[in-house]
T-cell receptor
Framework: AQTVTQSQPEMSVQEAETVTLSCTYDTSESDYYLFWYKQPPSRQMILVIRQEAYKQQNATENRFSVNFQKAAKSFSLKISDSQLGDAAMYFCASYQGGSEKLVFGKGMKLTVNP | DAGVTQSPTHLIKTRGQHVTLRCSPISGHKSVSWYQQVLGQGPQFIFQYYEKEERGRGNFPDRFSARQFPNYSSELNVNALLLGDSALYLC?????????????FGEGSWLTVV
């Protein structure tokens, strides 16, 4: 069974600083994808970044990057130069093609202080 | 290009009633899935459809049903509504060919059962 664990329910960061959100997962499959989604108060689930399990190189999207440690089943998100608009709930999720579903963690609330 | 669109955005129903939620996927996406997000939790998988066939079902009662139409749009139906069905219902679409299995979400339908 797929499981995703986000152990930090809340974090805060100063504007322009860097913050790292942690996530661990468990899966029996070799072909899977990992995602970070952002959910602002509007509640729309917005894709931040994705990582294919078969790729060793860590994904990067502008100020967002991941540290994918496959052996440790760890998938952390680093946000550089934090902005007020980054404040939101962040969800880590895993997808296995065979199960046809995303499994989400419980989420983490990020506050950005001016 | 339009993203995933859902309707209605908000609705209020009475216990015991029936509700139908609608979703149009991103153009070219043939896979549609539905998730329920209760306040304070991560989304939970309900159904996944591909080419009009159900490919996955989460742990939800038979009161929940769905279907996919030839144009790949989808409906989620919930019968005999309970107070506990109050949640944000998210629709997502995916295409391995177009977006490499990245899953995109609509803005959701807020359902309140009174």
């Amino acid at each position: 069974a797929q499981t995703v664990t986000q152990s930090q329910p809340e974090m805060s960061v100063q504007e322009a600083e860097t913050v790292t959100l942690s996530c661990t997962y468990d899966t029996s499959e070799s072909d899977y994808y990992l995602f970070w989604y952002k959910q602002p108060p509007s509640r729309q689930m917005i894709l931040v970044i994705r990582q294919e399990a078969y790729k060793q190189q860590n994904a990067t999207e502008n100020r967002f990057s991941v540290n994918f440690q496959k052996a440790a089943k760890s998938f952390s998100l680093k946000i550089s130069d934090s902005q007020l608009g980054d404040a939101a709930m962040y969800f880590c999720a895993s997808y296995q093609g065979g199960s046809e579903k995303l499994v989400f963690g419980k989420g983490m609330k990020l506050t950005v202080n001016p | 290009d339009a993203g995933v669109t859902q309707s209605p955005t908000h609705l209020i129903k009475t216990r015991g009633q029936h509700v139908t939620l609608r979703c149009s996927p991103i153009s070219g996406h043939k896979s549609v899935s539905w998730y329920q997000q209760v306040l304070g939790q991560g989304p939970q998988f309900i159904f996944q459809y591909y080419e009009k066939e159900e490919r996955g079902r989460g742990n939800f009662p038979d009161r929940f049903s769905a279907r996919q139409f030839p144009n790949y749009s989808s409906e989620l139906n919930v019968n005999a509504l309970l107070l506990g069905d109050s949640a944000l219902y998210l629709c997502a679409s995916r295409s391995r060919l177009i977006s490499g299995n990245t899953i995109y979400f609509g803005e959701g339908s807020w359902l309140t059962v009174v």
